[in-house]
Protein backbone atom coordinates (compact mmCIF):
# COMPACT_ATOMS: atom_id res chain seq x y z
CA UNK A 1 0.00 0.00 0.00
CA UNK A 2 1.48 2.79 -1.34
CA UNK A 3 1.94 5.52 1.27
CA UNK A 4 2.84 9.85 0.82
CA UNK A 5 4.64 12.23 3.35
CA UNK A 6 4.53 15.59 2.64
CA UNK A 7 7.11 18.16 3.99
CA UNK A 8 8.29 21.99 3.22
CA UNK A 9 5.24 23.54 5.05
CA UNK A 10 6.17 27.44 5.65
CA UNK A 11 5.42 30.89 5.37
CA UNK A 12 6.99 33.02 2.28
CA UNK A 13 6.01 36.32 1.24
CA UNK A 14 5.26 37.41 -2.34
CA UNK A 15 7.49 36.66 -4.84
CA UNK A 16 9.92 34.52 -2.77
CA UNK A 17 10.39 30.90 -3.01
CA UNK A 18 9.68 27.20 -1.09
CA UNK A 19 9.96 23.57 -1.80
CA UNK A 20 7.68 21.23 -0.73
CA UNK A 21 8.78 17.29 -0.60
CA UNK A 22 6.81 13.99 -1.01
CA UNK A 23 8.65 10.58 0.36
CA UNK A 24 6.96 8.19 -1.39
CA UNK A 25 6.78 4.50 0.15
CA UNK A 26 6.62 1.03 -1.45
CA UNK A 27 8.62 3.52 -4.14
CA UNK A 28 9.45 0.52 -6.25
CA UNK A 29 6.22 0.28 -7.28
CA UNK A 30 5.07 3.86 -7.08
CA UNK A 31 7.75 4.84 -9.02
CA UNK A 32 5.56 3.29 -12.37
CA UNK A 33 2.61 5.39 -11.34
CA UNK A 34 2.34 9.11 -11.94
CA UNK A 35 3.12 11.28 -8.74
CA UNK A 36 1.70 14.73 -8.24
CA UNK A 37 1.08 17.09 -6.42
CA UNK A 38 -2.57 19.10 -6.14
CA UNK A 39 -3.50 22.05 -4.20
CA UNK A 40 -6.90 22.94 -2.27
CA UNK A 41 -7.87 26.95 -0.69
CA UNK A 42 -10.27 27.10 1.57
CA UNK A 43 -14.35 27.15 -0.42
CA UNK A 44 -12.13 25.78 -3.70
CA UNK A 45 -11.95 22.81 -5.53
CA UNK A 46 -8.98 20.60 -5.19
CA UNK A 47 -6.54 21.65 -8.61
CA UNK A 48 -3.92 20.04 -10.27
CA UNK A 49 -0.76 21.71 -9.81
CA UNK A 50 2.00 19.60 -11.07
CA UNK A 51 2.72 15.28 -12.18
CA UNK A 52 5.73 13.46 -13.58
CA UNK A 53 6.21 10.19 -14.64
CA UNK A 54 9.03 8.79 -13.66
CA UNK A 55 9.77 6.24 -15.92
CA UNK A 56 10.14 9.00 -18.51
CA UNK A 57 10.71 11.63 -16.68
CA UNK A 58 7.95 13.90 -18.44
CA UNK A 59 6.16 16.43 -16.11
CA UNK A 60 2.81 18.13 -16.88
CA UNK A 61 1.66 21.32 -15.04
CA UNK A 62 -1.55 23.21 -14.22
CA UNK A 63 -1.90 26.65 -15.74
CA UNK A 64 -1.63 28.75 -13.26
CA UNK A 65 1.87 27.63 -12.03
CA UNK A 66 3.51 27.42 -15.37
CA UNK A 67 6.94 28.86 -15.30
CA UNK A 68 6.63 29.00 -11.58
CA UNK A 69 6.82 25.44 -10.12
CA UNK A 70 8.89 22.60 -10.88
CA UNK A 71 8.12 19.06 -10.69
CA UNK A 72 11.42 16.69 -9.71
CA UNK A 73 12.34 13.18 -8.40
CA UNK A 74 14.97 11.82 -6.44
CA UNK A 75 14.66 7.89 -7.13
CA UNK A 76 17.26 7.01 -4.56
CA UNK A 77 15.72 9.19 -1.84
CA UNK A 78 12.53 8.29 -3.03
CA UNK A 79 10.80 11.34 -2.88
CA UNK A 80 9.33 13.74 -5.49
CA UNK A 81 9.89 17.81 -5.00
CA UNK A 82 8.39 20.89 -5.84
CA UNK A 83 10.28 23.48 -5.91
CA UNK A 84 7.61 26.64 -5.88
CA UNK A 85 8.93 30.14 -7.14
CA UNK A 86 7.59 33.47 -7.97
CA UNK A 87 5.17 32.78 -5.13
CA UNK A 88 1.75 34.62 -5.49
CA UNK A 89 -0.88 35.22 -2.68
CA UNK A 90 -3.29 33.07 -4.66
CA UNK A 91 -1.01 30.18 -4.30
CA UNK A 92 -2.08 30.05 -0.31
CA UNK A 93 -3.39 26.52 -0.05
CA UNK A 94 -2.87 23.47 1.25
CA UNK A 95 -0.75 21.43 -0.96
CA UNK A 96 -1.59 17.33 -1.03
CA UNK A 97 0.84 14.73 -2.90
CA UNK A 98 -0.80 12.21 -5.01
CA UNK A 99 -0.12 9.05 -6.94
CA UNK A 100 -2.22 7.49 -9.68
CA UNK A 101 -1.80 3.87 -10.46
CA UNK A 102 -3.77 4.42 -13.91
CA UNK A 103 -3.02 5.85 -17.31
CA UNK A 104 -4.21 9.38 -17.15
CA UNK A 105 -2.38 11.30 -14.10
CA UNK A 106 -0.92 13.17 -17.26
CA UNK A 107 -4.84 14.85 -16.90
CA UNK A 108 -4.13 16.42 -13.11
CA UNK A 109 -7.53 15.05 -12.72
CA UNK A 110 -7.99 14.72 -8.78
CA UNK A 111 -10.32 11.95 -9.20
CA UNK A 112 -8.39 9.51 -11.59
CA UNK A 113 -5.30 9.30 -8.31
CA UNK A 114 -5.43 6.36 -5.88
CA UNK A 115 -3.19 7.53 -2.80
CA UNK A 116 -2.76 10.91 -0.94
CA UNK A 117 -0.69 12.50 1.76
CA UNK A 118 -2.19 14.19 4.50
CA UNK A 119 -1.40 17.63 3.54
CA UNK A 120 1.27 20.58 3.78
CA UNK A 121 0.17 24.08 4.49
CA UNK A 122 1.86 26.74 1.78
CA UNK A 123 0.82 30.15 2.50
CA UNK A 124 2.10 33.56 0.68
CA UNK A 125 1.48 37.19 1.92
Known amino acids: HVQLVESGEGSVQAGGSLRLACAVSEYTTARDYYLGWFRQAPGNEREGVAVIYPPKGTSYYGDSVKGRFTISQDDAMATIYLQMDALKPEDTAMYYC??????????????????WGQGTQVTVS
Open 98 to 115: AADRGNFGFQLRARTFNY
